[in-house]
T-cell receptor, first 116, second 111 residues
């Protein structure tokens, strides 16, 4: 099946720094990618929908200036957490959707961000 | 409003017992429906999906799900649970431009 690679899988950073997380579709082109965040013991929360070549669509309550999303190509979307704070520590997961009639979703393995 | 509901936050079953996880969706048309599993510390894995056709869908790891339009449900089932099935399970529905997840059901398997 299709594979979505997410990197890094774990990252620790200091408060105030920025962190970039990459999401790549390895064997298919994804015009649409999604970014999620998972809080401890809670469900996934959709943060934004990333469309190749256009601005991301953010869900209500998600700060677009803090969580910068760039979908520069059909196989790569990046999430940059700017000026990270401890409350940004979380598990971030991306997914990519195949094109065509089936619109299947494939998920990355997630990136655990810890902000000290 | 479009949504996916998983009424059970936590389910505990004995190993070898049968399992059913509930999922209800609210959508204007029939969405594409998915079940995912997330094991501790890992990402999501697709168990099965429904797009159209046969309403009983077979997935990996011995799971199946049945789409019931009249009940707007897509419940996940397994006839005999293994200890390794302990995880969190998410039901999701995809429309043309949206993706909705349920809040998840945590499954505990006791010996």
């Amino acid at each position: 099946g299709a594979v979505v690679s997410q990197h890094p899988s774990r990252v620790i950073c200091k408060s105030g720094t920025s962190v970039k997380i990459e999401c790549r579709s390895l064997d298919f082109q994804a015009t649409t990618m999604f970014w999620y965040r998972q809080f401890p013991k809670q469900s996934l929360m959709l943060m934004a929908t990333s469309n190749e070549g256009s601005k991301a669509t953010y869900e209500q309550g998600v700060e677009k200036d803090k969580f910068l999303i760039n979908h520069a190509s059909l196989t790569l979307s990046t999430l940059t957490v700017t000026s990270a704070h401890p409350e940004d520590s979380s598990f971030y997961i991306c997914s990519a959707r195949t094109s065509g009639s089936k619109r299947e979703l494939f998920f990355g393995e997630g990136s655990r961000l810890t902000v000290l | 409003a479009q949504s996916v509901t998983q009424p059970d936050i936590h389910i505990t079953v004995s190993e070898g017992a049968s399992l059913e996880l509930r999922c209800n969706y609210s959508y204007g048309a029939t969405p594409y429906l998915f079940w995912y599993v997330q094991s501790p510390g890992q990402g999501l894995q697709l168990l099965l999906k429904y797009f159209s056709g046969d309403t009983l869908v077979q997935g990996i790891k011995g799971f199946e799900a049945e789409f019931k339009r009249s009940q707007s449900s897509f419940n996940l089932r397994k006839p005999s649970v293994h200890w390794s099935d302990a995880a969190e399970y998410f039901c999701a529905a995809a429309g043309a431009n949206n993706l909705f997840f349920g809040t998840g059901t945590r499954l505990t398997v006791i010996p």
